[in-house]
């Protein structure tokens, strides 16, 4: 079958994890206040016009300096097992890949990660096994091992570059996407998508999908008014298909109306191969 694979393209931080992935690694290891750390960062952003991530990278190490520890991929390594996702996450990939494998045997299934956060957590995360491939912000580490500065910054804007990368089938950085590539010869065209997120920071990557006739799903915190809300927002605005506590389980709405949303996929996905 032709473009017959499903992705599900997550956001992490507050779409898999209550809380983003800096709170329970990077900045308890570093005795960080997280309040007065952040505020210092967003002070420097509007003062400078510059860009959050990479302050907050640049801060970092200099952090990490001032109180004599290394960032190193190894420490990144041993942060990662410290965090905690919302319920039913660890489970959900193999679950999805079960449902497809037992009613759409020609569908294949992809899980994708992009994230502002650190790539070397991620790619060290308890759920990294059962992911296709993770993207996110990554720094320069010198012949000793030590981080140096931001190799690559992961913004809210920059996250459908990654889209489009999974679209091509050109994951590599190295590769480049700007050259023509016809629909037809791209692995997973962008209606065979599905992204997952939580909030503002994912209106680029939905709207590039909505556009292109893909589908989006934004998820809250169970008793979360003020997420839940900005949810609500985002479903009026017509930036998501559904939304639903961020309950992993497959007992849960969100497994369930997913189930849906590849059952509807799936069709015409068989549909067009059947007349093609």
């Known amino acids: 079958m032709k473009q017959n694979t499903i992705a599900l393209v997550y956001d992490f931080d507050g779409t ?9 690694t990077i900045i308890p290891r570093l005795k960080i206040n997280s309040k007065k750390f952040w505020a210092k ?3 420097e952003a509007k003062k400078t016009d510059g860009e959050i991530m990479m302050i907050y990278m640049r801060e970092l190490i200099s952090h990490a300096e001032k109180i004599g520890i290394k960032i190193t991929k190894e420490e990144f390594i041993a942060m990662a097992d410290k965090i905690k996702y919302f319920v039913g996450v660890k489970d959900w ?9 037992t009613y759409h045997k020609n569908i294949n299934v992809s899980h994708y990660v ?42 809210d ?7 489009f990368r999974i679209n091509k ?27 997952i997120g939580d909030g503002l920071t994912d209106v680029p990557s939905m709207a ?9 799903i934004s998820v809250y915190p169970k008793n979360s008014l003020e997420q839940k809300k900005v949810c609500t927002e985002l479903l009026s605005a017509k930036r998501v298909d559904f939304i639903s506590e961020a309950n992993y389980k497959v ?18 996905i068989k549909y067009t191969n059947a007349v093609s």
Do not use: W
């Open 16 to 24: 898999l994890t209550p809380k983003t992935m800096q709170e329970y």
């Open 41 to 43: 960062i967003l002070l």
């Open 93 to 101: 990939f193999k679950n999805i890949n079960k449902y497809i494998k």
């Open 114 to 155: 992009i994230s502002a956060g650190h790539h070397e957590i991620l790619d060290a995360s308890a759920i990294r096994k059962d992911l296709t491939n993770v993207f996110g912000s990554q720094y320069y580490f010198d012949k000793d091992g030590n981080a140096t500065f931001p190799k690559i910054v992961v913004t």
């Open 157 to 163: 804007t920059a996250k459908t570059q990654f889209l």
């Open 169 to 195: 089938g050109k994951e590599r950085l190295s590769e480049s996407i700007n050259s023509h590539m016809p629909e037809e010869s791209r692995p997973i065209p962008f209606e065979n998508m599905i992204y």
């Open 208 to 216: 590039l999908i909505k556009k292109q006739n893909g589908h989006a």
């Open 251 to 268: 007992n849960g709405i969100l497994f369930k109306r997913m189930c849906l949303l590849i059952d509807m996929i799936s069709a015409r």
